[in-house]
């Protein structure tokens, strides 16, 4: 079921009309094609690379991490992450895979090659998702309004960017992907999705992914969208949620600006 609408009203996302001074423009995302996704997979994590798709689940005795083929959604590899554990986001690195748990404090390093463990690492507070952005740096979200951006080798934290909408936090950000020098953040449970400015975190415009969601037919509450990801040299971003039966590929923000087809605006 959309629940964009609703949302929207109670957590107060996107500012109402005539209540900001700034135009924030909707989109609604743009299909351009539709894969299979394996609609036990509670995705917490998505990126691209080398033309395969790697997906993390969360869930205790679901978590895992997983190279999965685009054009049928074949698993080619995985790996568990075993109870107490609950998997959360993942990014690439260096040939590398790194990989957050949801309370547990402690994150893997993983071979992009062969999934073997590799290490681990310890960080402050939830972890939620990860993303690797252009200057080979990773991202993190927690849910709260607040991005840490990492080291991905020792995994300090080199900054923090608050992400507001009209001078307001946006709460609840999930997952991430960097693209065309802009974050883009997975509000939990909604179907919008914030591209943010990297520099002072405003929100320069929405993608309301709430057609995906009724075409994914999930309507359990969690069952939210919750993966992106981004094929940087063919320009495909692709975006499912959990336990989705679908993983959709919808064009990059900058592909479709001039089909916005609303605007947040003062009259
Ligand atoms: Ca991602």
């Known amino acids: 079921m959309p629940i964009t609408g609703l949302l929207i009203g109670l957590l107060g996302l996107v500012p109402q009309v005539g209540s900001t001074p700034q135009s924030v423009p909707v989109q609604s995302a743009q299909i351009v094609a539709t894969f299979p996704h394996d609609n036990r997979a509670f995705t917490e994590g998505l990126f691209w690379q080398d033309g395969y798709l790697y997906e ?38 260096n040939g590398t895979i790194l990989s957050l748990t949801w309370k547990n404090q402690i994150g893997f390093r993983w071979s992009a090659k062969d999934f073997k463990k590799l290490g681990s690492f310890k960080y402050q507070g939830e972890g939620w998702a990860l993303a690797a952005d252009d200057k080979g740096g990773l991202i993190m979200s927690d849910g709260s309004p607040v991005l840490r951006f990492v080291d991905p080798a020792t995994f300090a934290v080199k900054r923090r960017l608050t992400v507001t909408d009209g001078g307001r936090p946006v709460k609840m950000l999930n997952e991430l992907e960097y693209v065309d020098g802009e ?75 001039s089909s916005a087809d609303a605007t947040v605006s003062t009259p």
């Not at 049928?72 to 107490?84: L, N």
């Not at 974050?183 to 992914?209: E, F, K, S, Y």
């Open 183 to 257: 974050i883009l953040a997975n509000i939990w449970l909604t179907d919008l999705i914030a591209r943010i400015d990297p520099q002072d975190g405003h929100v320069v415009g929405w993608i309301d992914v709430s057609e995906l969601h009724r075409q994914s037919g999930a309507t359990a509450e969690n069952d939210v969208p919750n993966g992106i990801a981004w094929d940087a040299k063919k320009r495909r971003l692709f975006v499912t949620g959990k336990d989705w039966p679908y993983v959709f590929q919808i064009k990059a923000p900058k592909d479709a600006g």
């Open 56 to 93: 993390s689940t969360g869930e205790l005795n679901r978590s895992g991490i997983r190279k999965v083929r685009l054009s049928d959604g074949k698993v080619m590899a995985r790996v568990a992450v075993d109870p107490p554990l609950y998997g959360e986001g993942i990014a690439p690195w």
